[in-house]
């Protein structure tokens, strides 16, 4: 969830239903929390889990908390060794066939901006303590930095950068050069105006134009 709890449930729990129908529990939540992400995948698939600061954590799904639909989960801070202040920015599972890491990437962004795209393969083999998976540059005067987004991507693919204030920049991923170092700030992928700040990042598939 948005607050840090997280489960897993049965995939067998849930049914199909037909159009119109009035679904079902799938997590409780408080205090305006809500869910953020949900995935399906086996009990052995490694997930890696970002945090604001920077650092990288792995666990494999079946480590993770199993829960009825009805419950809230637990939260991450009693699975994650956190430090003060730093929470979970996103999660992300690592593909099923590993025969495709080697041809695949991922992308960094942070609040202030910033991106970066790394071979998937530097982050396949996280161990259970912590590692750096990319350096905040911190501007004095300025709020600090903070890990926002990552994502799997591969070749032709494009990348969608949101900013608070409503605007957003769209560029090919492969304007991102690839970075063979974790500890790095990156390049700058959208110029944030004061006060500004990156809220979210997607990775798009390329659409065709009709040429009529």
Request: aromatic content about 6%; proline content about 5%; charged content about 25%.
């Amino acid at each position: 969830t948005n607050k840090g709890y997280i489960k897993r449930v049965a995939l067998s729990i849930y049914r199909s239903q037909r159009r119109g129908g009035k679904g079902r529990a799938a997590m409780a939540t408080r205090d305006e929390d809500f869910v953020s992400q949900i995935f399906v995948a086996d009990t052995h698939r490694p997930v890696l889990f970002f945090t604001t600061g920077g650092m990288v954590y792995m666990l494999k799904v079946y480590k993770l908390p199993i829960a009825t639909p009805q419950a809230r989960g637990k939260p991450m801070v009693n699975l994650l060794p956190l430090k003060s202040g730093e929470s979970i920015a996103t999660m992300m599972p690592l593909p099923e066939d590993e025969a495709t890491w080697d041809e695949m990437h991922v992308m960094f962004a942070t609040s202030r901006g910033d991106v970066r795209r790394n071979p998937l393969r530097d982050f396949t083999n996280v161990k259970s303590n912590e590692k750096i998976a990319m350096k905040l540059e911190n501007i004095k005067g300025e709020e600090p930095a903070e890990l926002i987004d990552v994502k799997t991507c591969s070749g032709g693919q494009d990348v969608l950068l949101a900013v608070t204030s409503g605007k957003c920049i769209r560029f090919p991923i492969t304007d991102v050069r690839e970075f063979a170092s974790r500890n790095s700030t990156g390049v700058r992928g959208i110029r944030c105006s004061t006060g500004d700040r990156v809220v979210s990042m997607s990775i798009l598939d390329p659409q065709e134009s009709d040429k009529d």
